[in-house]
């Protein structure tokens, strides 16, 4: 072979090792395709296993709600109130005039969700509180050291699809001690306001053990009674079948999301507000309708986050909380059987959804 042949082959081989542009342009191409096809699916196998874990987080919740029944042989209350008639739907505290708060349903869970150390905290405050004080559930949240309620709490009362909420609740120029967040379950309160616990048409699975000053004042009764475990609804209360009664859902709160003052109450664990432990089904789940609740920030754009959309409300008993959550198409649910459902969040309200969350008013819900 001359050497101009050697020359030749040379070059073309040279070429050979190469991709022209086209090439290259092709493969990338290709690859942005497969990206763009793959990622949907990648991300709906994480949501997949978030919307798991929630599920598998509600279904604790549902079974320490049954061992609270086998112990009590009811559910525990909503919360206990033991103030005058007027103030039986404020949940604010002694700033807002509200001064015999008892504790709530979530705070009364805490030994069968395996936290007996918070549970420890709550009965060593409850203890130190000085006689005469008549306000358990306020008393604990502004004792020192503890400042009980201040912390988030641990992993079984977050969804991992919600957005972490990392500001503590503060009401403004009320004073109302710092309150950590990070809740996303809470009872279904029936299916109209802060009062649907005193009537059958509209009561749920919990709402508010209520008693007076005098019965909660009166020196026989004990530490432990100011719990009131068995004063919550028994099995035989639910006139509509466990199984057909929505115990518990999904709520979500704010700040992580929309950079919002830490005067949403929205996630808020201590407190047995609207949207904090409780919720409503006065509106659809995920409803675009704003909440009404005691303590928002109605700054909120309707436009860009319309779960989070609120108007406050603190002078009446009319506030209501949708149940809400960050999965697709709608929320999980807690039977008050300890079964955990899906419900979609174009389920209908008057048919299917409110009979749901009512428990003694007789509906025959066809889904």
């Not at 604790?60 to 009590?72: F, K, V």
């Not at 977050?158 to 950590?180: H, I």
């Not at 006139?239 to 979500?252: C, F, K, P, R, Y």
């Not at 389920?347 to 009979?355: K, Q």
């Amino acid at each position: 072979m001359d050497r101009f042949q050697q020359k030749a082959s040379a070059s073309r081989s040279h070429k050979r090792l190469g991709f022209t542009l086209v090439e290259l342009l092709v493969v990338i191409a290709i690859i942005g395709i497969l990206v763009g096809l793959l990622l949907p699916a990648v991300q709906a196998a994480r949501e997949a296993a978030r919307r798991m874990q929630c599920q598998n987080n509600m279904k604790q919740l549902g079974l320490a709600l049954h061992n609270h029944m086998d112990t009590y042989n009811s559910l525990p209350p909503g919360w206990v109130n033991y103030d005058e008639s007027a103030n039986r739907y404020k949940t604010g505290g002694w700033q807002h005039g509200q001064n015999e708060m008892g504790w709530h349903w979530l705070a009364m869970l805490l030994p069968y969700v395996e936290q007996p150390g918070l549970w420890e905290l709550v009965e060593e405050c409850e203890a130190a509180r000085p006689t005469g004080t008549q306000n358990p559930c306020d008393h604990c949240e502004s004792m020192d050291p503890n400042h009980f309620g201040r912390e988030q709490l641990p992993a079984f009362s977050r969804c991992p699809s919600a957005v972490t909420l990392s500001k503590q609740f503060s009401d403004g120029g009320y004073g109302l001690e710092a309150l950590g967040k990070g809740s996303n379950y809470a009872a279904s309160w029936g299916s109209g306001n802060m009062l649907s616990w005193e009537s059958s048409a509209t009561r749920g699975a919990f709402g508010t053990y209520y008693t007076t000053q005098e019965k909660f004042n009166t020196p026989a009764v004990s530490r432990a009674d100011r719990y009131q475990h068995s004063k919550g609804m028994g099995s035989q209360d639910f006139i509509d079948g466990l199984s057909n009664t929505v115990a518990l859902s999904e709520i979500i709160g704010s700040d992580g999301l929309t950079g919002t003052s830490s005067t949403d109450i929205r996630g808020v664990w201590m407190s047995p507000a609207m949207g904090a432990t409780i919720f409503s089904a006065f509106l659809n789940p995920n409803s675009r309708e704003r909440d009404v609740i005691a303590a928002c920030d109605e700054t909120i754009p309707d436009d860009r986050f319309p779960l989070l959309a609120c108007t406050e409300e603190r002078d009446t008993e009319n506030v209501y909380a949708a149940a809400r959550s960050f999965h697709p198409g709608g929320v999980n649910t807690a039977m008050a059987d300890g079964s955990v459902r899906f419900f979609s969040e174009t389920v209908d309200n008057v048919a299917v959804w409110r009979p749901l969350n009512t428990a003694q008013n007789g509906e025959v819900v066809a889904e």
